[in-house]
């Protein structure tokens, strides 16, 4: 989940200047009540926009010893450069803005949650924010450390304990500002060179003083002093060997520290930091004035860091040797309650050079690793410790001596885990975020007991994180606090800044703890605050104070209570259970808080999927919607090109018998007006009636010649009659009798035939009417499918091109079903035709005789090579044109189907099946078109 410093708003207060200062970020984590947003959410301490919060409340008693501890926490804040691939990537988008030295406005870039939040009217989009100190991207080092860390340096030779520490999204320039880059040396180089310089000639150069815990010194035996010899011998060696054995690479630390890989390196960087960075008066000879006469100093440093919430000795020999297998380190409290780390290693270094080799020795064992922010990230908090012990020269024992501290922590930076993609990382991203927001938690709640202090104090949760605990007593007192809050003005991380600067926003409220406090200490003020509320008895207090006087000088270890007397023991055991009672009522509250905070984080990643997936259903509407397009005029395109190709044939058929009609016309009129020569070789109905009328009529004079013949021979036998034989002559004539009836039977049987001939004259026109018919409801079907075509382009909803087919298709079955009525009339006229000619001449064939279909055998038929009586007995031969035409009913029926479901469209296919099968469906399904297309 991604991670957020607000949480410390979620802390309730009756008080309006919280609720002014955090108005904006409760309304933004989805508070309950949304107030109306001001436009310009205003985040600072010390703005003249928000006179409530303008400065801290702090009810300190006049004459108390908290009066002078009203001094601030500083809080600089620092703004990286971009880089030239940030700027090229349009990360500059103007959201950071420096107002003036102390004022930043941030605005929300369109892309960022907080610009969406603001839209929805649930957070601001401007936000104004004050620091300390701000510091621009062309800010150098020098500048920076002369601005944050000079007068720490100071302040440590003078006794006192500082902290600085880096807070920042990662890849926001932290570890550039403590360590630096190339040769520009970070703030750590630099305040090391400042404090040797400062203590030239005053370095305690013995090794046998210690300084233990915070406040302890031990006198070191000779073997132990040998001990740390060698130690410290062994981390430079160990230094050098590696510098002379990666000579020449870069490694992470040598281009972390400013590039120096050599020590004439560190000496011209120390030399050159030093003249650029440092006053004249902050010199060792100007700058040793301030400190102490006589005394001496012996400079400690250790280093470690906390990664997964373990720690390590960045300066133990082993990791080195055995990386795999660190030692971790644990914490306890010393006598004051202040956290330390046990068995952590201090080093005794004499040079500035010294403990540079010292600390480069230990960045090598630091965790970095490569994230999708930044190549050479921190996975750890690191946390380098300078301790300065100030020895009396007359003084014998460790109480004479004094213990100072510098410590520099560079915290890993804050990110959103889901941007982790590797699990290592997004563990590490979680433990990181968790001890920051630890720290955020702490901070808030010490600044709400600072402003609050009528109100039984809030627990600081220092305990909650290792972080937190070994910080701990620089925020109670032991020391003070400086916070540099780095920022990256990339408009993609927006959102991380502003959670960032929200969070250091809270820390610029805190004021300097007002003393040391042990938990004792803690405890009993507990009990005094009770009662002054007139809860617990006077006399107690003065008990438990003679107590706590006692306490420090007693042997209880880690402030242990129960060494206490036991009526205290009790008393505050009872103040302790109310305690509890109280801390738990607040851990609710906390839990309720951060459980609102997940919900409403949760409810922004849920509108973010549902606004994702809408996306993704838009996109997938119209990738479907185009696929439907897509087949739609592929459909259209196929049916174009079949009834195209339909209509092509149609027109070709036409085109055929409209000639064969003109030209039997043609021929059946010139067949008229002149005798019939050679016939031509074909198969056209005109051409075969013209045939037979001329073959008639050759046979009729044949006949009419015959006819004069046998007159003639009648008449030569009835004039021989005369002069021969009665009875011969009568059969004789008989016979001519007979042949002269068989003349006129001929005679009426051409009669019938011209009658046939005339039917089929006029069977041809009532063709070639149904022909016009059919090429007007063609073309009738023609318009429909153009207007179908026209009805898919303008539309396309499947239903209207349906029903536009299936009118199409109707239209041509009705066309079909004329045809095949006009082909059976035409059969039946012609049955009739030769069943009047059987009727009259019953000599005739039956109708099932078989006509040749060879031109030859027609020609054969025709000539007038064959014989009378042949000829006489021969009946019309069909018409082979006719027949392949309008074959007889049966075979008409049986090829018309074998042809229909050879050249069936997929709409007749469907509806002769429909046709034929019971029930029928009205419309045919585009389930079977889109099979076919
Ligand atoms: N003020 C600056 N001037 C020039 N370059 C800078 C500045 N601050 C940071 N950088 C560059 O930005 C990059 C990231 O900086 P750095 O590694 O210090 O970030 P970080 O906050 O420590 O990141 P992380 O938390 O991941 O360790 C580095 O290349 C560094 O050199």
Redesign the pocket.
């Known amino acids: 989940m991604a991670m957020s410093f607000s949480s410390p708003c979620g802390f309730r207060s009756d008080e309006d200047e919280e609720v002014a200062v955090f108005e904006s970020t409760a309304a933004e984590h989805g508070g309950l009540a949304r107030p109306r947003l001001p436009e310009l959410s205003v985040i600072s301490p010390g703005l003249n926009t928000q006179p409530s919060v303008s400065e801290p409340k702090l009810k300190v008693k006049p004459g108390s010893s908290e009066e002078e501890n009203t001094e601030r926490v500083k809080v600089f804040l ?1 703004i ?2 971009l ?1 030239d691939t940030e700027s090229d990537g349009g990360e500059e988008q103007g959201c950071v803005a420096v107002q003036d030295e102390e004022t930043l406005l941030l605005q929300a870039p369109k892309e960022s949650h907080n610009m969406r939040a603001a839209e929805r009217g649930i957070a601001q989009s401007i936000h104004k924010f004050s620091f300390t100190k701000i510091f621009g ?1 062309e ?1 150098a ?1 020098q500048q920076f450390y002369e601005s944050t860390m000079k007068t720490m340096v100071k302040d440590v030779l003078q006794g006192e304990n500082r902290l600085l520490y ?1 807070y ?10 403590i ?1 630096g ?2 040769q ?1 040396a970070g703030l750590l180089p630099r305040a090391l060179v400042s404090l040797f310089r400062k203590l030239q000639g005053r370095l305690y150069g013995a090794v046998d003083l210690k300084p233990v815990m915070y406040q302890d010194v031990r006198q070191l035996e000779p073997s132990e002093v040998k001990e740390e010899e060698i130690r410290r011998n062994s981390l430079l060696k160990e230094d050098e060997n590696l510098t002379s054995r990666r000579a020449g690479a870069t490694s992470v630390w040598d281009s ?1 520290v400013g590039g120096l890989s050599s020590l004439s390196d560190i000496a011209t960087q120390l030399e050159d930091a030093d003249s650029v960075c440092l006053e004249p008066d902050s010199l060792s000879h100007s700058g040793g004035d301030d400190l102490e006469q006589g005394v001496q100093f012996s400079i400690w440093v250790s280093f470690y860091e906390i990664y997964n919430e373990f720690l390590y000795d960045l300066l133990d020999a082993s990791p080195s040797l055995q990386p795999r297998k660190r030692v971790t380190l644990r914490l306890s409290d010393d006598k004051q309650g202040n956290a330390y780390v046990k068995g952590l290693t201090w080093i005794q270094v004499r040079s500035a050079e010294e403990a540079w080799k010292i600390l480069r020795a230990g960045h090598r064992n630091q965790s ?1 690793a490569s ?1 999708h ?7 750890s908090h690191s946390i380098f410790s300078i301790r300065v012990l100030h020895i009396h020269p007359e003084a014998k024992s460790s109480q004479a001596m004094h213990i100072s501290e510098l410590t520099v922590c ?4 804050s ?1 959103r885990c889901k941007q982790q993609r590797n699990g290592e990382r997004m563990k590490e991203a979680s433990n990181i975020n968790t001890s920051l927001l630890t720290l955020g938690r702490c901070i808030a709640a010490l600044r709400h007991n600072q402003n609050n202090k009528l109100r039984p104090p809030q627990v600081v949760p220092f305990r909650d994180s290792k972080l937190t605990r070994v910080l701990q007593g620089f925020f109670c007192g032991r020391g003070t606090s400086s916070m540099v809050v ?1 920022i ?1 003005p990339c408009a993609s991380i927006y959102d991380e800044t502003l959670q960032a600067l929200k969070f250091s926003a809270i820390a610029t409220q805190l004021v300097h703890g007002p003393s040391r406090k042990s938990r004792v200490a803690y405890i009993l003020s507990l009990l005094r605050e009770r009662t002054e509320h007139g809860i617990e008895h006077s006399e107690l207090i003065e008990e438990e104070e003679e107590e706590e006087e006692g306490e420090d000088d007693s042997d209880v270890e880690d402030g242990d209570i129960t060494m206490l007397n036991p009526k205290v023991t009790v008393q505050i055991i009872n103040v302790l259970k109310r305690e509890l009672k109280r801390q738990r009522e607040e851990n609710e509250v906390l839990e309720a808080n951060v459980r609102e905070q997940v919900v409403s984080e949760m409810m922004e990643v849920i509108s973010e999927m549902q606004e994702g997936f809408r996306d993704s259903l838009e996109a997938e509407r119209a990738l479907l919607e185009e696929r439907c397009d897509d087949k739609i005029a592929n459909l259209q395109k196929h049916l174009k090109q079949f009834y195209k190709e339909e209509l092509e044939e149609r027109d070709r058929e036409i085109e055929a018998l409209s000639a064969a009609l003109e030209e039997s016309k043609k021929e059946s009129e010139s067949a008229a007006m002149t005798a019939p020569k050679e016939e031509p070789k074909t198969t056209r109905c005109s051409q075969r009636l013209t045939n037979e009328s001329s073959r008639l009529r050759a046979e009729l004079e044949q006949c009419r010649a015959e006819l004069l013949t046998k007159t003639q021979e009648l008449t030569m036998l009835k004039q021989q009659q005369v002069s021969s034989s009665t009875g011969a002559l009568t059969r004789a004539a008989q016979r001519k009798l007979e042949e002269g009836q068989r003349v006129s039977n001929l005679h009426y049987y051409i009669d019938t035939l011209c009658m046939t001939l005339r039917k089929n004259k006029v069977l041809s026109v009532c063709l070639q009417q149904g022909l016009r018919q059919l090429r007007l409801n063609l073309q009738r079907l023609g318009e429909d499918l153009q207007s179908g075509e026209r009805a898919c382009c303008h539309n396309t909803g499947g239903e209207r091109l349906r029903y536009k087919l299936t009118a199409a298709n109707e239209t041509l079955a009705k066309q079909d079903q004329i045809l095949m009525e006009l082909q059976s009339s035409l059969v039946l006229v012609k049955a009739e035709a030769l069943a009047e000619t059987r009727a009259v001449h019953p000599q005739l064939p039956p109708s099932g005789y078989t006509a040749p279909t060879t031109p030859g055998s027609c020609k054969k038929r025709g000539c007038g090579g064959t014989t009378p009586r042949d000829t006489e007995n021969q009946p019309p031969k069909k018409q082979p044109f006719f027949q392949s035409l309008f074959p007889t009913r049966t075979s008409t029926r049986r090829n018309m189907r074998a042809a229909e479901e050879a050249n069936l469209t997929p709409y007749s296919r469907i509806l002769r099946s429909r046709q034929h099968s019971p029930p029928p469906s009205p419309v045919p399904t585009p389930r079977g078109l889109r099979g076919k297309y």
Do not use: I, M, W
């Open positions: 620092r990286r450069p880089t991207p800010t080092q880096t920042g999204v990662t890849n926001s320039g932290k570890t550039y500002t360590q880059s190339g520009e972390g970095f994230t922010l930044n190549q050479n990230s921190s996975r560079d915290l890993a930076g990110e780095n990256n």
